[in-house]
């Protein structure tokens, strides 16, 4: 879950600056959004949702 909510919140600061200063549209962000909630319900979702958990795992475990 606090995977799912970080990445929500990052996505959403990304799509805050480029419709700010990356000339993106709010019509070209809408249609992503909807485009995302059409794909979270569709057979894929799961595996996309364990793609985002590995490599959020994967980049915890880097070490500086």
Not at 21 to 34: Q, Y
Not at 45 to 57: E, F, K, R, Y
């Amino acid at each position: 879950m606090a995977v799912s909510i970080s990445a929500v919140v990052l996505l959403a600061i990304i799509t805050f600056l480029l419709i700010k200063k990356g000339g993106l549209k709010a019509g070209h962000a809408v249609v992503c959004t909807l485009f995302g909630f059409y794909l979270a319900s569709s057979s894929i979702a799961p595996t996309i949702s364990q793609a985002v958990t590995s490599l959020a795992q994967m980049i915890s475990g880097i070490k500086f």
